[in-house]
Structure formats: structure tokens, C-alpha cells
T-cell receptor
């Protein structure tokens, strides 16, 4: 298993600003992912955070809006840039070791006002 | 396009009875399926999984059934307990891919 710490757990931000979310894992993992859960909806994959190279983004998500860093095998950050109220969501970091279950952080609840 | 579908947004069940949650998928490349439980203000917690080479997997009170021909899976919780009240997500991944596709979730309420 993996223990994932996400910071901050929640934040209220002004529109037009940016927020960086941190994800720390207690062990080295190959695959790290960032998901978004908009109010009342399912989890949607934003991108795969690749160690040592640029993240791989899913359709509808772009690097300018959601820049991701992955400096090593235990840490990643997701930045939500130039925020608008539509970015109000729960953002979740996840890791998966092979073809088994994925583990999730507790999430960051973002409210943009 | 939603490849994993949970058509029942909510389910209410009496404590001690069986909860049955359903999930359908459209992508024939999915070969690994998982169920997660989520409480408010927490991340999803893994419950149980099943590979496409099996049609049933059991872990304590939780059993997952897979019907590949129908592209359908279900989660049975027996007996249901008040602590089972949460949102349950069905998820799936393709062969040689680690990404998960999630359903919309089913909110389960267990009544005392």
C-alpha cells in the first residue's frame, strides 16, 4: 500500500490567481496521477505525472492551465492557473503500482470566488 | 463519452440487508475493474477488484461479479452496515494501461 499526503486540504481562492497542490507519497512509485471531481460528478483524470519528463494530459486539459511537476518518485505538484469559479472542485492525487489498486490522497477542496 | 456508467445515483437499504450496486461499461479493452468507497472530505478508498479472467471475487462482506458478455459488473455488500453509507465508485482500466476510468458513483444510505 501507499500513504499519500496532499496539501492543502482545502482553500478558497480569488479568481485569476493560481494555487499549487502538493502530493507526497511515503514510498517510490512509478505512476502518479491527478484527478478532478467537480461537484456531484465523477472523478476525471487530468494527467499522468511522469518523473523526469513532461506530464501526459488527457483530452480537455492543457499544460498552461494545469502545470504539473514531478521532480522525483515520491513527490508531485499540480498548479491550477488563472482560476475561475468553474475550477471549483476536489483535486486528488493518486498512485498505482502495477495492475493493482490505486491509492488516493485525501483530496484538496478548492473553491474559487 | 462516459465509458463506465453507474445508472443508479442512489440506493437506500435497511441495515443487515444486501446492497447491490451496478456498473456497466462500453470499452471492450477494459480488463481490470475496481470498486471504491468515498466518504465526504476524504479520498476514495479501495474496496475490491476483479480481473476479466474471473467472474467473481469475494472479500469478507464484499463480492464483485463480472459478466463480460454483458459488459456489466455488480458489487454486493452483505450484510449492510451503517458505516457502509458512502458514495461508491466503479472504475476500470485497459490492458497495459494504468489509468482508471470512473463511473459517476452511487450514494448508498444504510438505514438503521
Amino acid at each position: 500500500s501507499a500513504v499519500i499526503s496532499q496539501k492543502p486540504s482545502r482553500d478558497i481562492c480569488q479568481r485569476g490567481t493560481s494555487l499549487t497542490i502538493q502530493c507526497q507519497v511515503d514510498s517510490q512509485v512509478t505512476m502518479m496521477f491527478w484527478y478532478r471531481q467537480q461537484p456531484g460528478q465523477s472523478l476525471t483524470l487530468i494527467a499522468t505525472a511522469n518523473q523526469g519528463s513532461e506530464a501526459t494530459y488527457e483530452s480537455g486539459f492543457v499544460i498552461d492551465k494545469f502545470p504539473i511537476s514531478r521532480p522525483n518518485l515520491t513527490f508531485s505538484t499540480l498548479t491550477v492557473s488563472n482560476m475561475s469559479p468553474e475550477d471549483s472542485s476536489i483535486y486528488l492525487c493518486s498512485v498505482r503500482q502495477g495492475r493493482t489498486e490505486a491509492f488516493f490522497g485525501q483530496g484538496t477542496r478548492l473553491t474559487v470566488v | 463519452d462516459q465509458q463506465v456508467k453507474q445508472n443508479s445515483p442512489s440506493l437506500s437499504v435497511q441495515e443487515g440487508r444486501i446492497s447491490i450496486l451496478n456498473c456497466d461499461y462500453t470499452n471492450s479493452m477494459f480488463d481490470y475493474f475496481l470498486w471504491y468507497k468515498k466518504y465526504p472530505a476524504e479520498g476514495p478508498t479501495f474496496l475490491i477488484s476483479i480481473s476479466s479472467i474471473k467472474d467473481k471475487n469475494e472479500d469478507g462482506r464484499f463480492t464483485v461479479f463480472l459478466n463480460k458478455s454483458a459488459k456489466h459488473l455488480s458489487l454486493h455488500i452483505v450484510p449492510s452496515q451503517p458505516g457502509d453509507s458512502a458514495v461508491y465508485f466503479c472504475a476500470a482500466s485497459e490492458t497495459n494501461d494504468y489509468k482508471l476510468s470512473f463511473g459517476a458513483g452511487t450514494t448508498v444510505t444504510v438505514r438503521a
